[in-house]
């Protein structure tokens, strides 16, 4: 009932910068929340990034001060503003949608299928 969509990943160097783009689909009455997830091999999932309908945000202590998220309402998108990234900021980058469903008016999260990201020179 409801998509979602990232784009922006690639290859960048360390230093260099990426902005990740996500887009919600379908039926959403409201979204409360909208986040970026990544993944790392052998690591678990972390929060990188997150923001609410209140505008509130959550950043991982490790990327303060480097990465941005930001909302566009209208669109229901979220963006991630990636700067002076480093190796270890390499993985799969995952968008998760906190929304109720018009549908039937059920509270429910949605994933993305994830964009890689990898920093290297």
């Known amino acids: 009932q409801v998509q979602v969509v990232e784009s922006g990943g690639g290859l960048v160097q360390p230093g260099g910068s990426l902005r990740l783009s996500c887009a919600a689909y379908?039926?959403?009455?409201?979204?409360?929340?909208m986040g970026w997830y990544r993944q790392a091999p052998g690591k678990q999932r972390e929060l990188v990034a997150a923001?609410?309908?209140?505008?509130?945000?959550n950043y991982a202590d490790s990327v303060k001060g480097r990465f941005t998220i930001a909302r566009d309402n209208a669109k229901n998108t979220v963006y991630l503003q990636m700067n002076s990234l480093k190796p270890e900021d390499t993985a799969v980058y995952s968008c998760?949608?906190?929304?109720?469903?018009?549908?039937?008016?059920?509270?429910?999260?949605?994933w993305g299928q994830g964009t890689q990201v990898t920093v290297s020179s």
């Open positions: 998760n949608v906190d929304v109720r469903v018009a549908a039937d008016m059920r509270r429910a999260n949605y």
């Open positions: 379908g039926s959403i009455f409201s979204i409360y929340a």
């Open positions: 923001i609410t309908s209140s505008s509130s945000t």
